[in-house]
């Protein structure tokens, strides 16, 4: 092997190590803002959608949000999470096919043992990407 192709191969490993870094510090700073909290409308079958703040709590634990008549149900366990899907996928997005809703603001938490769904809509593209890359 010659000196110049050794030389190639260090330099992107380094490289890849920067990049596991930084996609860590990425993550962390996702997580940082979650726990700060987003206000996000929750789209629920037959209504419009209802404006909430949702955070991740303490532990980074559960995602939690407010104001909710029913605050015990008002929480996700991390753990629970089976997957998040960008866009308007879900049934719940298809059946509000009337909102004019910018689809890379738009996501869905899938959680539980039914794989209930939690569809989200932000205010803007970073936010979706800020959750969904830290979920």
């Known amino acids: 092997m010659s000196y110049w192709n050794l030389e190639k191969r260090n330099c992107v490993q380094y ?8 996609s860590v510090f990425h993550v962390e700073r996702c997580m940082s803002v979650m726990q700060s909290g987003t206000q996000m409308i929750k789209l629920k079958r037959g209504t419009k ?4 703040l949702f955070y991740l709590d303490e532990h980074r634990s559960r995602l939690r949000w ?3 008549r029913k605050s015990e149900k008002a929480k996700i366990l991390i753990d629970s999470i089976y997957k ?6 879900s049934e719940i ?3 509000q096919a009337e909102g004019n809703f910018d689809p890379s603001c738009c996501f869905t938490i899938y959680h539980g043992n039914h794989m209930e769904s939690l569809d989200l809509i932000t ?3 970073e936010e979706a990407r800020t959750w969904i890359t830290g979920l």
Do not use: A, I, K, W
């Open 123 to 125: 205010s803007n593209p």
């Open 93 to 95: 997005f298809h059946r």
């Open 66 to 68: 407010r104001p909710s």
């Open 49 to 52: 959608g209802l404006v909430r």
């Open 84 to 89: 998040v899907t960008e866009g308007r996928q």
């Open 15 to 22: 490289r890849r190590h920067f990049l596991v870094d930084n």
